[in-house]
Structure formats: structure tokens, C-alpha cells
């Protein structure tokens, strides 16, 4: 067993404390990697505070991982020592089902083994990126390229895919008018992959005081919610709309943003449940749509794109002792746009 130090929150309303953590010894496929940075997701700060059911404390989590490999099993042929790498949300699948065999195994029918607050296929509880060490199967490993430093790289792997998905699968385009709901750790991200893919972007934000940024990543247009006005002079507009509110919000409102054969994605996940008026969808032929992450490939391919195009998140590095701290700001809105741990700091 390999012991990895980390921080672990032992309940609802507990502050992070140092812990020791066992990372199984290497079986025949696994990669063992050691963390370097560890971005921070509101997804984090959901599952730690219980609000998506029940939880297995102490808890580590973290699934923004970027690092380098430093051993192999036996068997392993797609990584070596010293290579740079990266692990998303999930850690393993059944690689049987239909979807995992179209590599969509973030929709895997048995259920994906998520890096954190699952449990894997030995029957251990899994803890995320908030740790030194990890240890995961070659499949779920993703390459990071040269040309994208530990630290930025990161949040690529929850916050990057999980935008990046959507836009591919809904077909963000030259011609295609796309809004960006929120202008957050995964709206920045949204608003320069769908600039890179060609679409004109629009981010639709509760006030104006990031246009600057919005406008400075790619968007073309940036309107404020909070202003009754935008829902009347963009009604009608949009081909796609991406919500990444983890946030109640009036889904009729934007609906009504949408052009014939529109379609609002949420990748937001907030608790509490969202209400649809079933006369928005049908009046213009509209869709609302959710969308998770992406598959292995997927994520690999989201990489690359990012690579090819310059596109990184906007960071703020922490220590491992500004964790409660980063959460309290993030639900305060207060962070520009992502915060990311330096493990060396562990």
C-alpha cells in the first residue's frame, strides 16, 4: 500500500484537516501518479457538504488532477515514467455496456466509478486529488500536453470537458449563435472553447462587471440578466444556450431566448430540482438538454483542442491550508475564475 498525505473533511459542516490516505499497490494496469496540482469544482463543495445525498467521511476530494507518473504495473503500455498526465472525474467503468464501448463511459449503464465519494472495483471508497499520490487504471489516465503547464492544466479536466462536450455534441459553429449562461470556473472556459470552434458568443451574466474579462476571452457579446431588458431584445436569438449555474435560475426565461430548434444544455448541477414550462419547448420546436462530462477520448481530444489554441482557465493558485477559505469564495462568487492546490504545499 502506498501512503499519500491529503486533506479530508470528516462531515457536512467540518473544516479540512491534514489525513493520510492508502493508495492501493499497483495492479496489473494501474498507473501511480504523483499530484503536483489539484483544481478545486463547485461539484467539490456539493458532495462535501452532503447537498447531493449521502456521503462516506472522511472524504478527499478533488478531481482536477495533474501530475506525473512515477510507476506502472506490469502490464501498462499507453504511459512510463515521467510522463505528464491528468485524471477527470471518473477513475474506471465496466468497459462492457454500450456506452463504454462507444467510449462514453461517463454514461456507463452500471455506473462510472467517480475519482472521489465512489466506491471502486475492489470495494474501497475512492478519494480524489486533494492528496500526493493517486493510483488509476491506464484507461482513465489522460496525456497532458507539453505545451500546458501542471497548473492550468488542471481544471481542464472537470471544467474544460464539461463544456466542451455540450458545445461539440450540439454542434458549436461558424454560424451558430451560442449564449454562455454564468461567467464562472466553467462559463470562462465555455466562452473560449466556443470562440475557438468558431461560434459567436454571447455570455449572459447576472451583472456587467466581468464584460471586461468575457469580452477579453472571446465573447462577442455580454449582456447582464439582472437587466429586464436582455430577455426582451435577445428573445428569439440563440441556436444554443449553455447553463453552467449550479444555482436555481428561470429556465421559461432563457427558454425563450432560443430560436426555432433551440436547445438550453445544463451542465450546471444545482440541489434543488429546476421547473420546466412545457409550452416554451413546444411553441418553437425548442429542447432542454443535460449534458455530464465527456468520455476518455473525449477528454484526450478536449486536451489537444485546448493545446492547439492556446485555451487555459484563469487561475488563482492556493495552499492546502486555504482550502475552507477557497470554498467560502467560491460560493461567494468572489474568484477569478478557478482555484487550483499546489500539492508541494501538502
Known sequence: MITAKARAVDGPDKPFRPAEIKRRDLDLHDVLIEIKYAGICHS????????????????????????????????????????????????DSCGECENCLKGEEQYCLKGNIQTYAGVDKYGEPTQGGYSTHIVVSEDFVLRIPDNIEFDVAAPLLCAGITTYSPLKHW??????????????????????????????????????KKKEDGLELGADHYYATSDPETFEKLAGTFDLIINTVSAKINLDAYLGLLALDGTLVNVGAP?????????????????????MIGGIRETQEMLDFCAKHNIVPKIEVISADQIDEAYERVLASDVKYRFVIDISTM
Open 44 to 91: 467539490d463543495i456539493h458532495t462535501a457538504h452532503g447537498e447531493w445525498g449521502p456521503v462516506h467521511y472522511p472524504l478527499v476530494p478533488g478531481h482536477e488532477i495533474a501530475g506525473v507518473v512515477t510507476a506502472v504495473g506490469p502490464n501498462v503500455t499507453k504511459y512510463k515514467v515521467g510522463d505528464r498526465v491528468g485524471v477527470g472525474c471518473m477513475v
Open 171 to 208: 454542434g458549436a459553429a461558424p454560424g451558430k449563435n451560442v449564449a454562455i449562461v454564468g461567467m464562472g470556473g466553467l462559463g470562462h472556459m465555455a466562452v473560449q472553447i466556443a470562440h475557438a470552434m468558431g461560434a459567436e458568443v454571447t455570455v449572459l451574466s447576472q451583472t456587467l
Open 271 to 291: 440541489a434543488e430540482p429546476l421547473s420546466v414550462g412545457v409550452m416554451n419547448l413546444i411553441g418553437h420546436r425548442r429542447s432542454f438538454a443535460g449534458s
